[in-house]
């Protein structure tokens, strides 16, 4: 009986080890395969971007944030030293070019503009005493002259009578000699004060112009000093709005400071701040449209422009554009609101493009997923692209029209060539 029981014990012993082995063996197989398979995809967020591929006409631009600013913008200067006596506005007051903003007073100013009055009126005064003076002068003058005159013409006619006479022998030679000297002698008296008087005017003549150079002097003195004391009310010089007063009264100003700034309203312009790095294609005169982001949407907000300066060194990395607005401005527009303008480069026709990806860079190489028609998988493909616009970049080469493609940004599956769309 002890045979046939061994025989069992040997049967069963060998079944486990048959059976272990097949385990061992079936487990190995097993995890070779598994090791054999490729990763499952991961399945991606519900809301990523998609982008088809479009052909077909491309505007190139480029877009920025900026402010409108007025274009007629003036500081008003302290005129000369003075005291802040009374600021009669305040900021954001609607003013006209003589509305007086600020009174200064100035004691000094004010004390040397009485004194060239009182220097104007001396002189004034002294021009009219000469006036007289040589009035009178000219008149006794001109008394000398016709007594003269008269003697000579008396005498002239004394010696033609005796002309006469002596025909007759009714005088002596000696007679009519005297009488004819006599005349002579009052002729050349006469001729003599015909030259003084002739001198005698041009001599006042010469006091006159002189005595009035000086009064002009003092007139042109008197009436800087005048215009000195009325810009001691200083006045706008610009009609429009008030932006800032810069000083406060009994403050001390001196020539040249900025006591106030005032800006036209109704003429603005826009201020874009544009990346340097989307700046290259910038020229004057391309066009563009502002944003006011007013006028109750529908498009009443925009307005066209025209780039009228480019501000030659950048701040920060961005670049100052000035636009100058076309047409009427949209209702609500008003110095230092903020736009958004958009800069046309160029346009072309036939251009692979499509919406921006979120790390798409002119010029350069990304590689982006790309929807496979009739499966929930993209594959990860190398894209190279061109030309960029605001929101659209031009594609070189790696698609084609028509591909749909993942813009959003995918960096959390760098490490994968497949994902999954949900």
Excluded at 278 to 305: C, F, H, P, W, Y
Excluded at 331 to 336: M, S
């Amino acid at each position: 009986m002890d045979i046939p029981r061994e025989q069992a014990k040997g049967r069963r012993r060998i079944k486990r080890i048959i059976y272990g082995v097949t385990v061992i063996a079936a487990v190995a197989v097993i995890t070779v395969g598994v090791s054999r398979l490729k990763p499952a995809p991961p399945t991606i967020d519900v809301g990523y971007w998609p982008g088809t591929v479009t052909r077909g006409p491309f505007v190139r631009n480029v877009r920025g944030l900026g402010t409108l600013v007025p274009e007629d913008i003036r500081w008003v200067p302290a005129p000369s030293d003075g005291r802040i006596e009374k600021i009669n506005v305040k900021q954001g007051a609607i003013v006209k070019a003589d509305s007086i903003l600020v009174e200064l007073t100035n004691p000094v100013l004010e004390q040397s503009s009485l004194e060239a009055d009182q220097q104007l009126k001396g002189a004034e005064a002294e021009l009219n005493s000469l006036h007289a003076r040589l009035d009178n002068d000219l008149l006794n003058q001109k008394a000398a002259a016709a007594t003269v005159q008269a003697d000579y013409k008396t005498a002239k006619l004394q010696a033609d009578v005796n002309v006469e006479l002596k025909k007759h022998d009714l005088v002596s030679d000696l007679v009519l000699r005297l009488s004819q000297v006599r005349a002579e002698e009052l002729a050349t008296r006469f001729d003599l004060e015909q030259q003084r008087l002739k001198t005698n005017a041009e001599s006042a003549k010469a006091q006159i112009a002189q005595q009035q150079a000086r009064v002009d002097q003092l007139k042109a003195l008197a009436e800087l000093r005048r215009t000195q004391v009325d810009q001691l009310h200083v006045r706008s010089g610009l009609a429009g709005v008030v932006q800032l007063v810069a000083v406060q009264v009994g403050q001390q100003a001196t020539p040249g400071l900025a006591l106030a700034r005032v800006a036209d309203p109704t003429k603005l312009k826009a201020e874009l701040k544009v990346n340097e790095t989307q700046t290259k294609d910038l020229e004057i005169g391309q066009a563009a449209t502002v944003d006011t982001r007013t006028g109750g949407g529908a498009g009443n907000s925009v307005i066209n422009g025209r780039v009228v300066r480019i501000d030659p060194a950048p701040t920060n990395g961005l670049l100052t554009v000035d636009i100058a607005l076309e047409g009427d401005l949209p209702k609500g527009a008003r110095p230092d609101l903020s736009v958004d303008g958009t800069i046309t480069l160029e346009r072309l026709e036939n251009v692979l493009y499509v919406n921006r990806p979120v790390n798409g860079q002119e010029n350069g190489t990304v590689g982006l997923f790309k929807l496979e028609p009739g499966t929930n998988l993209a594959y990860r493909t190398q894209v190279k692209l061109g030309r960029s616009a605001v929101s659209t970049i031009e594609v070189v080469d790696g698609l084609r029209e028509g591909d749909r493609v993942i813009l959003s940004d995918m960096a959390a599956y760098d490490s994968h060539n497949v994902v999954r769309v949900p």
